[in-house]
């Protein structure tokens, strides 16, 4: 019985490493992004809707939707393996879009609004995980 519960275990771990690992590969490469658009003007000064409260369920479509933004701009493209990586996740941080409600937005920069976006990963992994 204990060996089976072990594999049992086992199995459980291994199944949730790799989307430990990609969640934190995005992170990296959100690092990354950062650093990027804080030097590139063109970027910077990009203006996306971003959430006052990253925890605010209601937001997460607003998160979806600035993201889509940032992927659109031709000085991110360089960065086009991260918007494939979070595409795949997506369906995994996506909760019930369905009953959204309202959302409080403001209009920031890009590197805020990545910096948002770094926080609302690490605050879905460590749901996915618990």
Request: net charge positive; aromatic share 6%.
């Amino acid at each position: 019985m204990k060996t089976h519960l072990y594999l049992l275990l086992l199995a459980a771990g291994i199944s949730a490493a790799p989307h430990t690992s990609s969640m934190a590969e995005l992170l990296k490469l959100l690092e990354q992004m950062c650093e990027s658009v804080t030097k590139d003007l063109q970027v910077s000064n990009l203006r996306i809707e971003t959430p006052d409260n990253i925890d605010d369920v209601n937001c997460v479509s607003t998160i979806f939707e600035g993201t889509e933004q940032l992927k659109t701009n031709p000085a991110t493209k360089k960065f086009s393996v991260f918007f494939q990586k979070f595409e795949r996740l997506k369906q995994s941080l996506t909760p019930n879009l369905a009953t959204e409600g309202k959302c409080d937005t403001e209009r920031r920069n890009a590197r805020i609004f990545i910096q948002k976006l770094m926080t609302f990963i690490r605050k879905a992994s460590k749901n996915a995980r618990a």
